[in-house]
């Protein structure tokens, strides 16, 4: 049974950071490009950034001059560093996983990942 399971979520002010992590179980973790995703109240659900099993990332452009997607396959697990945290950060961070084909990096639609964590959420106050 595979699981994903998000931590590091919490409540901060504007300018603060925080580290998301999440941790697999249950598949092939270095075969798999890992991806988060947000959901803001009264907003579609949004990709965040995504990185494959070697290293490559893709980021949408209104964090990735804030946010830094990384991952350990050693220990099966997935962050997200998030610095000069704004209140449009606000929202449910999920993770994600998908089988690690080519450009799967690039996926944008929570329709292209198979695998999904429970959220942690995320509050950054003015």
């Known amino acids: 049974q595979v699981q994903l399971v998000e931590s590091g979520g919490g409540l901060v002010q504007a300018g603060d950071s925080l580290r998301l992590s999440c941790v697999s179980s249950?598949?092939?973790?270095?075969?798999?490009?890992m991806g988060w995703f947000r959901k803001a109240p009264g907003k579609e659900l949004e990709r965040v950034s995504a990185?494959?099993?070697?290293?490559?990332?893709n980021s949408a452009n209104s964090v990735k001059d804030r946010f830094t997607i990384s991952r350990d396959n050693a220990k099966n697990t997935v962050y997200l560093q998030m610095n000069n945290l704004e209140p449009e950060d606000t929202a449910v961070y999920y993770c994600?996983?998908?089988?690690?084909?080519?450009?799967?990096?690039?996926?944008?639609?929570?329709?292209?990942?198979?695998?999904w964590g429970r959220g942690t959420q995320v509050t950054v106050s003015s």
């Open positions: 990185i494959s099993w070697s290293g490559l990332t």
């Open positions: 249950g598949l092939a973790f270095s075969n798999y490009t």
């Open positions: 994600a996983a998908v089988a690690g084909t080519g450009g799967s990096y690039y996926y944008t639609s929570p329709w292209q990942y198979d695998y």
